[in-house]
């Protein structure tokens, strides 16, 4: 990334699918919040040696999943709140043909989420369900479901640890992240 390369041809090695993979991952950075003159320059990834570009196309995806999971978590805490946890979900997911339903605390109440509830009142930010549906094949085939939980980190509520264990903490909703990411994929990939 130093050498600015404009366009990086990857050979796949007899699997492009793992090439196009390790490649965009590779050369994924966060710096959503990086000043726009030090911003580094991401290569265009191109397919070198093979004609797979199904396989290849497949292993982008792949890849703009896991960025895209990376980049939820990577998001400072006070830029990933609930609220805007869901926002985000939306606009990624409403756009790949998923149907989102967004909960508010009204709706856990009427669940009765006693435990998630009493948790939340540590925060000035509301809690939200999200609830991700894809239908991707027939309606007989049974349904696969995904579980992942988002809590994003919140310091101003009370808390009981130090500086230094706190300092990955935003990595706690990596589970609604992943899950977010993993539909947006299938959906891409159909």
Partial sequence: ?????????IESFGHSESAAE????GVWIYQELTN??????IP????????????WHIGLEKAAAQNLARSLMDT???????TLFAQNSVDVLSKS???VEVKVQAWAETQ???AFLSVAKGSCEPPIFLEIS???TSYDERPIVLVGSGITFDSGGLCLKNAYDMLHMRGDMQGAAVIVAACRALAHLQ
């Fill in 44 to 55: 265009a990834l191109e397919l070198w040696d093979d004609c797979d570009f199904a396989g």
């Fill in 36 to 41: 726009a003159r030090r911003k580094l320059e």
């Fill in 76 to 82: 400072p805490a006070n830029m990933m709140t609930p």
């Fill in 1 to 9: 990334q130093q050498l600015k390369p404009g366009k990086v041809c």
């Fill in 97 to 99: 043909g998923i149907n």
């Fill in 22 to 25: 390790g490649a965009a991952l």
């Fill in 112 to 114: 009765r989420m006693g």
């Fill in 134 to 136: 894809y239908y991707g």
